[in-house]
């Protein structure tokens, strides 16, 4: 009952589906019953003459032929019933469940980062594959099992005790002792298919590290150590396998062994009372036919009683990444006024650890700020905050003179554009990733985001053009293609804001200087946050922010940070003791930089 109380908590919008499946189950159930009335019926005459409660019909020489027919319709009807049924479980599961994964995606999308990074993404996909799959199986494939669980061997002791209330009460406790030992079962259950959840989501995470991370297991030569690690989650999946085995094999064998004893104790008291005359040959014969069929259903509940398990474990776990609470979302809101970035004392710790501490500094309209500093600076984490992957625990983030909170994220995305090292492509064809910025864009905008980004010429090359798959998100390419692919996007999103989060460090020259001059023609006239170790390419922006462990240290441009004996000055001195950078001179002439006002 609680699995099925659960079920119609997660199908919200499939409930009168399931109300009707259920419905028709039930007149299955009666439909099932009534084959051994009409043989009941049809023997009564052959049983005993003088029995007038069989019809006439029943006792003229076309007796067999209505018999067989009344039982063909019942036969007839309850495959009807049980196909309607089956067509209102299994679309109300298959709806149910793609709406589940579809509202786990909307919520995972508005979690904060520091959630989902911190959760294993083999789990994650678990939840969202295994969990969900398990509770699609419960509408069309448990619940019509379930509902005849309980509904013929109910009927089935109605019966007992309108033809002999002793035996009534033989069949009411074997049914009793069988549900007892049932649900003791399920209980020890529960806790292995928790187990048994765990597991398979460790199990997908540990292959998906491992088909994610081949390059690296085959280039080091971890295959041995990384498939050991494999190798003991399969051995814990298959132990916990097991362990659902043992437990259910309990239940297995004594429910149905309670039920024979009950059967069995029931046809001793009919041989009685048919001995005794208390009992007429076809109430007899009814009590034998309910003790050996109607109980049958209760006996194979025991089969899906581990699959009932799994699925309350499923909806727990479903309901444990719904219940994590979203980051808020306005539907609508404010416009703002400019293109104006402000910290003002923002502070943020992960996981407790504090990360950024009382940060201010203002990134102006239309031009360039650089963010610089030492590794674990808290550069990437202003970056993170500004796109709203995480709010700040205290302070507050603007845009145009608007806290980001109160901007719907449509409107953020539409904002800020991202170019870092991480680039992501999808197995779409060339056209189709481009289109991820702006789906409605036309072909030439498309073929002018290509040129601008330095990259119409190798997508010519490609077998389909710009119609080619990036099979596996674009391995085949190389990485400065990549990334030249990832800037066009970003040409036809149009973003007034851009972030450039180390965009070149990774690349060879040939493409580091194609990207250079594809961000030089994307950045202009855009409000420009730059986070940059390579100190001189961004002596010519008109604010540089130095962080230290959190803090803003100094700011301001090159030459009046140069001029302090601060901490920018310190890294420069630090930059040019570094092998192969004695002769960096940063009191030369500063170049121009990509966004530079003009």
């Not at 786990?104 to 990074?117: G, I, N, Q, T």
């Not at 996909?125 to 969990?131: F, G, I, K, N, S």
């Not at 420009?528 to 462990?549: M, P």
């Amino acid at each position: 009952m609680k699995a099925i109380l659960q079920l119609l908590r997660v199908a919200r919008e499939e409930r009168q589906a399931i109300r009707r499946a259920i419905a028709w189950r039930l007149a299955e159930s009666v439909c099932s019953i009534l084959p051994f009335l009409v043989l009941f019926l049809a023997l009564l005459p052959l049983l005993d003459p003088n029995d007038a409660r069989a019809p006439d019909w029943l006792r003229g020489p076309l007796a067999p032929l209505w018999a067989a027919l009344l039982m063909l319709l019942a036969y007839l009807g309850q495959a009807f019933c049980a196909n309607r049924a089956a067509e209102l479980g299994y679309g109300a599961g298959y709806r149910m469940t793609a709406r589940l994964r579809a509202r786990l995606v909307d919520h995972l999308a508005r979690l904060p980062m520091e959630y989902l990074r911190g959760r294993d993404t083999g789990d994650l996909t678990a939840v969202l594959m295994q969990d969900v799959t398990a509770v699609e199986m419960m509408p069309g494939l448990l619940l019509p099992r379930f509902v005849a669980a309980v509904s013929l061997p109910l009927l089935g002791v109605a019966t007992a005790f309108a033809v002999e209330p002793r035996a009534g009460l033989v069949l009411l406790l074997a049914l009793a002792v069988a549900v007892a030992v049932l649900a003791v079962c399920q209980r020890m259950l529960r806790v292995a298919s928790e187990r048994r959840s765990e597991a398979m989501a460790r199990l997908n995470g540990r292959l998906l590290e491992f088909v994610q991370g081949i390059q690296v297991v085959r280039a080091f030569g971890l295959a041995e150590g990384r498939l050991r690690r494999l190798e003991e989650a399969l051995a814990e999946g298959r132990n916990s396998g097991r362990a659902i085995t043992l437990r259910f094999v309990v239940p297995a064998v004594a429910v149905p062994v309670a039920l024979a004893l009950g059967a069995g104790l029931l046809l001793a008291l009919v041989a009685e009372r048919l001995l005794a005359g208390g009992l007429g040959n076809a109430e007899a014969l009814l009590l034998v036919l309910v003790a050996l069929r109607l109980f049958a259903p209760l006996a194979e509940a025991v089969e899906f009683s581990a699959m009932v398990r799994q699925m309350e474990v499923a909806v727990a776990r479903v309901d444990a990444v719904l219940e994590v609470p979203a980051m808020p979302a306005p539907v609508a809101g404010p416009r703002p006024a400019d293109t104006t970035i402000r910290f003002e004392n923002v502070s943020f710790s992960y996981g407790g650890v504090p990360v950024l501490r009382d940060v201010s500094f203002t990134a102006g309209g239309g031009g360039v700020t650089a963010l610089v500093g030492a590794t674990g600076a808290g550069k990437t984490t202003i970056a993170r905050l500004l796109t709203r992957e995480w709010d700040p625990q205290a302070g507050r983030v603007t845009i145009g003179g608007i806290d980001l909170r109160d901007l719907p994220p449509g409107a953020i995305a539409e904002l800020i554009g991202v170019v870092s090292q991480t680039i992501v492509h999808f197995s779409l064809s060339v056209r189709d990733n481009l289109r991820i910025g702006r789906p409605e864009a036309t072909e030439a905008e498309l073929r002018a985001a290509l040129r601008a980004a330095r990259c119409e010429e190798f997508v010519e090359r490609l077998p389909q053009g710009i119609d080619t798959v990036l099979r596996g998100a674009g391995a085949a390419l190389s990485g400065g293609e990549r990334q030249r692919l990832a800037l066009a996007r970003l040409f036809l999103k149009d973003s007034p804001i851009i972030v450039l989060d180390e965009a070149t460090s990774a690349l060879d020259v040939e493409n580091e200087r194609l990207v250079q001059e594809a961000l030089a023609e994307l950045v202009r006239g855009r409000t420009v946050l730059v986070i940059a170790h390579r100190l001189w390419t961004v002596r010519g922006a008109q604010r540089i922010v130095v962080l230290d462990q959190g803090r803003v240290l100094e700011q301001g441009d090159h030459a009046s940070l140069w001029g302090t004996d601060g901490a920018y000055r310190a890294l420069w001195q630090a930059l040019r003791q570094a092998p192969g950078w004695r002769r960096l001179d940063p009191a030369a002439p500063i170049p121009s930089l990509p966004g530079a006002a003009e």
